[in-house]
């Protein structure tokens, strides 16, 4: 089965031809990305009209490059995916107007994808691929969650962020140092120089006993940090805020990440979303499962953050999987609120 992804929930447009075939791994035969970084950078996040019009632009561009590169012909699609929700409502409607307008014209079905499920199934692109069950740490911009994952499609809530996520922490923090849009990979680059142990920064909830997050505070004692070094700030003083502040982000999520591995028993760690790019983050989680005995699985850096392949990949995996077969209506619509735990229901 060929699959042909489109993902367009935020910034970033993403299309994908991923072929599975039964028993088989998944293989990625093309992939093209947009990132819309630099247009949004002036305003220090994304605007979303900006990135409703920028898809349109980029989408069909994107979609021939993919069948160029993989040698595909349009007949050779059986399978249309698009990112269904969560995500910015306009954003989402350009990729699912593609896609299913796409399935009507070469006959075939289009099947809307839960845009976190890409993100959890992403690492079965890489080699080894995972085995079910797992706990799955998916931390991006806008979810930060620890999952008990039984199989595709069987996803069980073990702790979810109160406020900010991760990746809102990492950018959040990030434009208090001056730095641009998106912030997590800048901080993480000035984190290099800095020494983490030069502020005290506070790890929210991290004696709580449960699985959840809080980044919140984090933000506001940063940004005392900030106030109190005051607008000539040294760049050695920035370096070891920023270190200090990933150390924090980094320490927290390891923590309840193994906290998770020993409380489910389970030997495997599945780490993805945007965050999962952070290097310092692989170190520790590397390390703290190692202790436990416990294997971790990264999707490949480039397909951390949001990309076609994952949309494609979720898709083939649910119609592999029995659980869904698209539809060849014509007809759909996009879901931008749509919590993970209500997939099933779907
Ligand atoms: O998964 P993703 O591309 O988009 C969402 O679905 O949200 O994640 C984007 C997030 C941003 O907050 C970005 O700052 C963060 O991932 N990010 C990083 C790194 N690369 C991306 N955060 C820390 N270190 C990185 N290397
Ligand atoms: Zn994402």
Not at 180 to 207: H, I, K, N, S, V
Not at 220 to 247: H, I, S, Y
């Amino acid at each position: 089965m060929k699959v042909l992804g489109f993902e367009t929930s935020c910034d970033e447009t993403g299309v994908a031809l991923v072929e599975l075939e039964p028993g088989g791994a998944p293989r990625l035969l093309g992939e093209a990305l947009h990132t819309q970084a630099r247009l949004h950078e002036a305003y220090g996040g994304v605007v979303p009209e900006l990135a409703s019009r920028d898809h349109i632009r980029r989408v069909l561009p994107l979609a021939r490059q993919v069948l160029a590169q993989s040698g595909a012909a349009l007949g050779d699609i059986d399978l249309v995916a698009y990112t269904r929700g969560p995500g910015l409502a306009g954003a989402l409607l350009v990729g699912a107007g593609v896609a299913v307008a796409l399935a009507a014209a070469l006959g075939r079905p289009a099947l809307g994808v839960h845009h976190l499920e890409g993100h959890l199934l992403s690492p079965f692109l890489a080699a080894p691929a995972p085995v079910f069950p797992f706990v799955a740490l998916l931390v991006s911009g806008g979810h930060t969650q620890l999952m008990r994952v039984a199989g595709v499609g069987r996803y069980e809530l073990l702790g979810d962020t109160l406020d900010d996520a991760a990746g809102e922490a990492f950018d959040k923090t990030a434009k208090l140092l001056g730095l641009g849009y998106p912030g997590g990979p800048a901080l993480a680059r000035l984190a290099d120089f800095g020494d983490e142990t030069a502020y005290a920064l506070p790890r929210p909830l991290l004696g709580s006993g449960d699985l959840d997050f809080s980044f919140a505070g984090l933000k506001t004692a940063v940004l005392t940090q900030v106030r109190r070094l005051g607008p000539n700030v040294c760049e050695q003083n920035r370096a070891d805020l920023a270190a200090a502040t990933q150390a924090a982000i980094v320490d927290v999520l390891v923590a309840k990440a193994l906290r998770a591995l020993e409380r489910t028993g389970l030997a495997r760690l599945v780490v993805a979303g945007g965050v999962g790019a952070n290097l310092r983050l692989r170190e520790r989680l590397d390390a703290g499962a190692a202790r436990l005995g416990a294997q971790v699985h990264y999707p490949p850096p480039a397909l951390c953050t949001d990309n076609g392949a994952m949309i494609a990949l979720a898709g083939a995996m649910r119609v592999a999987g029995g659980l869904a077969r698209g539809t060849r209506e014509g007809a759909f619509d996009v879901r931008p609120r749509w919590p993970l735990a209500d997939l099933a229901a779907a």
